[in-house]
Structure formats: structure tokens, C-alpha cells
């Protein structure tokens, strides 16, 4: 698997990607996950899983145990119904961020309730700062304009700024760029950041990045994207 390292980052190319393909479910891993197995790509510093999920009509995945890990669910498009054994149920829809804290166990389940849209969601793992926390739930909405022409935190340590809890140190932050638009981010020294383009194309640094790419700049310099086309996409900000 190619490894495209530049001056200002490692980038994770989108077809590079490693590839689910149940019929009524396509995923594209970014890391190791399941049945796909890559040393070079185990997670990120705490980020542990980014996948990028598009499941059928009537489809989804059935009730399934979790423990230990901080999980988010970003909806692009269509619905994500969601239910789970803290009693928790919800269908959530673009511009929802869904945080589940696994803790000491929890079972959830994850279902397109349409008859005829697909959803396509990315589901985040980030690695809890101890184990055995209590279980948890939380979501927000965060609207187009929240993150038009920025960088709009929406996930953090202390859930700052009407942003989700994660029990982890993480700044999770999300923009939409019109082309030529920019926005920039100036971590602190030593951390480490990872860039993830959710649709559309922009430049990071000099770096060009397509709908899939994934960015590795560590440690992260000041952090400078344009959008080329019209562009979506994460940035996390990790210790």
C-alpha cells in the first residue's frame, strides 16, 4: 500500500483506504479494522477507527456489545437510527454528532429507517483516557452555518462551547469551505493533528486532499486550509 509522505504531512489516500463490501453495507476503513489488517495503519496517537459507512435502505447493523471506547457517529447523508441498552433512541441526520461512551459495556444498534435513501455516516473510535467509565450518551446538532468558513468545534475534553464530551484530550473540529474560502488552526506545541475530507477538495498546507484523503501532521504546524471546491471535512487535534 502506497504511502504518500510530503514536507507538510503523511497523507492517507482515499482508495488506499481498506474496503468492506457486504452488498447492503460498503465501508472504507482508514485503519486496521475487522477483517482488514494493516500494521502501517493502525490508528492514529488515540484515534483508533475512522470509518466511512454507507448502508442500504432497510438495512443496518443489529444490537452489538461495545466496552472501552468513545464513539462517534457523523451522519453526511440520509438517517441514522440509533438505540441502545442505556435506553437511549434517536434518529439522527446530517449536522448530528452522536457521542457514545462505552465504558464498562453497553449494546447499541445502528439502522437506515428509509425504505429508499441510503445513509452514509463516518463512524469515529477515539480511545478513552481510562477504562472502565461509566457508560454515556450525548448529541448536538451543528448547523451549515456553524461551520461555514471555519473550523467549528464540535467535540471536546470538557464539552466547551456546546460541543460533545469525549473522555479523551481532543479537540474534534468541522468546516465547510466554498472554494477559495480558508480556514486556519494553530494547535499547541506537540500535538498532533489529523485532517479527514469528508466530501469535496481543499488544500492543507499545500497539500492537496480529495473527498476520502486523510491528513497525518505530526507534530502539527499552524494549519491553513482552502477550499478548492466545495469541501466538508474533520480535523482532530490530539495529544
Known amino acids: 500500500m502506497k504511502d504518500l509522505t510530503h514536507a507538510n504531512g503523511r497523507v492517507r489516500k482515499a482508495d488506499e483506504r481498506g474496503l468492506a463490501d ?100 463516518l463512524q469515529i473510535w477515539i480511545q478513552p483516557e481510562a477504562k472502565g467509565l461509566e457508560p454515556s450518551y450525548e448529541e448536538i446538532h451543528v448547523s451549515p452555518e456553524d461551520k461555514q468558513g471555519r473550523m467549528k468545534l464540535i467535540g471536546s475534553r470538557d464539552g466547551r462551547d456546546g460541543s460533545i464530551t469525549i473522555h479523551q484530550d481532543v479537540n474534534l473540529y468541522a468546516a465547510v469551505l466554498a472554494p477559495g474560502d480558508t480556514a486556519s488552526l494553530s494547535p499547541a506545541d506537540g500535538r498532533h493533528v489529523w485532517i479527514q475530507i469528508v466530501s469535496g477538495s481543499v488544500s492543507a498546507n499545500g497539500t492537496e486532499l480529495e473527498t476520502g484523503d486523510g491528513l497525518a501532521l505530526s507534530p502539527a504546524p499552524d494549519i491553513t486550509v482552502t477550499g478548492m471546491t466545495r469541501a466538508e471535512f474533520l480535523v482532530f487535534d490530539l495529544g
Do not use: C
Open 22 to 121: 457486504f452488498g447492503w453495507l460498503k465501508s472504507r476503513h482508514s485503519f486496521s479494522f475487522g477483517e482488514y489488517h494493516d500494521p502501517q495503519h493502525m490508528g492514529f496517537r488515540t484515534l483508533r477507527v475512522i470509518n466511512d459507512d454507507r448502508v442500504a435502505p432497510n438495512r443496518g447493523f443489529g444490537a452489538h456489545p461495545h466496552r472501552d471506547m468513545e464513539i462517534i457517529s457523523y451522519v453526511v447523508e440520509g438517517r441514522l437510527q440509533h438505540k441502545d441498552s442505556m435506553g437511549n433512541g434517536s434518529v439522527i441526520k446530517p449536522g448530528d454528532v452522536q457521542r457514545m461512551s462505552a465504558g464498562t459495556g453497553v449494546e447499541h444498534s445502528e439502522y437506515n429507517p428509509s425504505s429508499t435513501e441510503p445513509v452514509h455516516f
